[in-house]
């Protein structure tokens, strides 16, 4: 795919004795986000969403691809425009937010307060080139820690293949928009239900 387009690049400036560099491409993920329900419960708690753990190749900014069951790759010239990491730990606090199930919440900063936070690990956000077709892997795991009895309360995971429509980058970008999509809601949905059980408990 695009590692074989690569090595023909490098291999044509090669011969030519071209010095200019190919121009990185940047990618973003991007949630819309709806009005809350009205009959969407309030927690009257505030939520600070801490730092994702991950893998370096997800601290970085370039976009991961697997080579094959042990090995990945990063692609030099396909970035992201912030690394993942910091794009979820965003997109996972917009999207409580703008749930309007509480009171407040917030990123984590070094004067942040709240009553819990909420914090996990990132573990794929990247191409996997699998024998039955080409697909976007996400996998995110939360848990909720909570302040004032110092533990953690709750905890879930989410991890999915989507398939690739094309043989693109940009396809792929597509793929793992939905997946983080989707589980940004099926965690947000279990987090929910958590609290509406064990809150006034």
């Known amino acids: 795919m695009r590692r074989l387009a690569i090595c023909t690049l490098a291999l044509g400036c090669a011969v030519s004795g071209c010095t200019s560099a190919r121009a990185p491409r940047y990618y973003m993920i991007s949630i819309p986000h709806t009005a809350p329900p009205a009959s969407a419960a309030q927690f009257p708690i505030s939520l600070v969403v801490g730092r994702l753990y991950a893998p370096h190749l997800l601290r970085d900014d370039r976009v991961v691809y697997d080579m094959s069951d042990v090995e990945l790759g990063v ?8 690394p993942p990491t910091g794009m979820i730990e965003r997109l996972l606090a ?6 309007g199930q509480y009171l407040a919440v917030q990123r984590l900063t070094s004067n942040t307060r709240g009553d819990f936070i909420l914090r996990g690990y990132l573990g794929a956000l990247n191409e996997v080139d699998d024998p039955a077709g080409l697909k976007a892997r996400f996998t995110l795991q939360l848990e909720l820690f909570d302040v004032k009895q110092g533990r953690v309360v709750w905890s879930d995971s989410f991890t ?5 429509a094309e043989k693109t980058v940009k396809s792929v970008v597509e793929a793992l928009q939905t997946s983080v999509r989707m589980g940004l809601d099926q965690l947000s949905a279990s987090l929910a239900q958590y609290l509406s059980t064990h809150l006034a408990h």
């Open 160 to 164: 999915r293949d989507e398939p690739v």
């Open 75 to 82: 692609d030099e010239y396909h970035r992201w425009a912030e």
């Open 94 to 99: 917009e999207h409580l937010r703008s749930s």
